[in-house]
C-alpha cells in the first residue's frame, strides 16, 4: 500500500466474528495528522465501503456513561466524506477496545453524538451504538418511480405492507421492501442512473428489506454514491431501518430485530436492532474481528 499517507491502517470487519463476512473498514485510530485529501486516499486505496478516521479527543458530553471515552470521528467512502456510517463505528469501537479494554465510548459525528458500548460476550467483543434521533419522510411518486426504474423493480414485486419511505438515523436511506427473498436476492441495477437519484435525494444507500418473520429480515443495502455497487452490512440503515418500523407500528415500541445482511454477497452478517418504549433513538449492536493485513497472512 505505497501510495497510502504514512499512518497506521487498521482492517476490520463488523457485524461478523469471521474476517470473510460482515462488512470490512479502514480504521485509523490516529488521524490528527491527516486532512481531508489525505483521509480520502486512504479510504479510496483501501477500497471498502467506508474507513473511520479518529482526528481527535473530546470531552465526553452531560448525557455520557460515566468514564465514556470521548473521540472525533470521520467517516470516508472511496468517493466522498459521508456523515455517518454505522459499521465503522463498530469496527473503529472494536479496535479501541481491543487496545484499551471494553467499556463506554463516545463519537462525535458530522450527524451528532453518538454513544457506544463494548462488552465482551463469552469471549468475544461486541459494539452497541446508539443512534441520533431519528425521523421518516415520505418519497415524492416520481422519484419512486424513478428509483423502481433503476433497480428493473416491479411496483407490483413491492410489499404492499411496507411501504416505501425515506429513514434517517444520522444518513437518509430509502426503504423498499421486496414481496419475494426471490426479488431480493435478484439485485441488478443501473449504477449510473441510480447513483444521480441518490444524489439528487441526498441518499446514503438504499435499504432494500423483504420481511421473513415478525422480527427477522433480510436486507441489501446499493451504494452507487460511495463508489461501491453494494454495502455488506450496514449499521445506519439498520438504525434508520429500526425507527421506520417503529414509527408505522410494524413492530412494538420495545421490540429486538435480526437483520440479516450479505448472504447474496458471500459475506453474511447480523445486525440486533434494538426498540426501547420512551426512547426515540435505535440501538445497533453486533460483533466483528479484525482483518489481517495482506503482509500478515
Partial sequence: MSELPRTTVLRYTAFSADPEGGNPAGVV???SGLDDAAMLAVAAELGYSESA??????????DAEPGARGFTIRYFSPKAEVPFCGHATVATA????????PGELEFATRAGTVPV????????????????????????????????????????????????????????????AAATRERLAALDYDFARLEALMHRLDLTTLQLVWRASDTVFHVRDPFPVGGVVEDPATGAAAAAFGAYLRERGLVPEAAELTLHQGEDMGRPGTLTVTLRAGDARVRVSGTGTRIPAPDEV
Fill in 94 to 101: 472494536l479496535a479501541l477496545a481491543e487496545r484499551d479494554g
Fill in 29 to 31: 485510530l490516529d488521524a
Fill in 53 to 62: 478516521f479518529l482526528t481527535g479527543r473530546t470531552d465526553a458530553t452531560d
Fill in 117 to 176: 458500548a463494548v462488552t465482551r460476550e463469552d469471549g468475544e467483543l461486541r459494539a452497541t451504538l446508539t443512534s441520533v434521533a431519528p425521523h421518516t419522510e415520505d418519497i415524492a411518486p416520481d422519484d419512486l418511480a424513478e428509483a423502481l426504474a433503476a433497480l428493473d423493480w416491479p411496483a407490483a414485486d413491492l410489499d404492499p405492507a411496507l411501504a416505501p419511505r425515506i429513514a434517517y438515523a444520522g444518513a437518509r436511506h430509502l426503504v423498499l
